[in-house]
């Protein structure tokens, strides 16, 4: 038997709510990080995570890549709707671009920046991710 939440026992805490409940708060972090978290973004990231939800109820072994996979479903939307996102924050010359995540399919996801070859943070970490160089 799963175990229950006791403030909410119609809702069982699975590993699957558990990890959906992760990938969205790391995500979110990260959106408040580059301050985009508007609530019509946030709504994107309930979206994402509804769909991710009927992902791994398909494929359970996929569990451990939901975060990864709900940071790129917002990625994605964020493109289309508002422009790129996360603006790479390491290099600070050249042309603005996005980081990527990676692995695109797989536990631990990070984001990267190709141009530098970089990991810059982990997903829900890029609020503490150095800055391009300060020092002048
Ligand atoms: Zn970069």
Redesign the pocket.
């Known amino acids: 038997m799963d175990p229950v939440d006791p403030a909410n026992p119609a809702h069982p805490v699975t590993p699957l709510e558990q990890a959906l409940h992760a990938a969205r708060a790391l995500v979110l972090a990260d959106l408040v990080a580059g301050e985009v978290a508007q609530a019509d973004v946030v709504s994107l990231v309930e979206d994402s995570v509804a769909e991710r939800r009927w992902w791994v109820e398909q494929w359970p072994d996929g569990v451990a890549y939901v975060a990864g996979l709900v940071a790129q479903d917002v990625q994605d939307a964020l493109l289309e709707r508002y422009g790129r996102w996360p603006l ?4 600070g010359s ?1 042309d603005p ?1 996005a ?1 990527d995540v990676e692995p695109e399919l797989g536990p631990d996801p990070h984001w990267v ?4 070859g ?1 990991k ?1 943070a982990a997903v829900g970490s890029l609020g503490s991710a150095a800055g391009p160089a300060a020092s002048s």
């Open positions: 790479c924050p390491v290099c050249g671009h980081l920046c190709h141009k530098a970089v810059v």
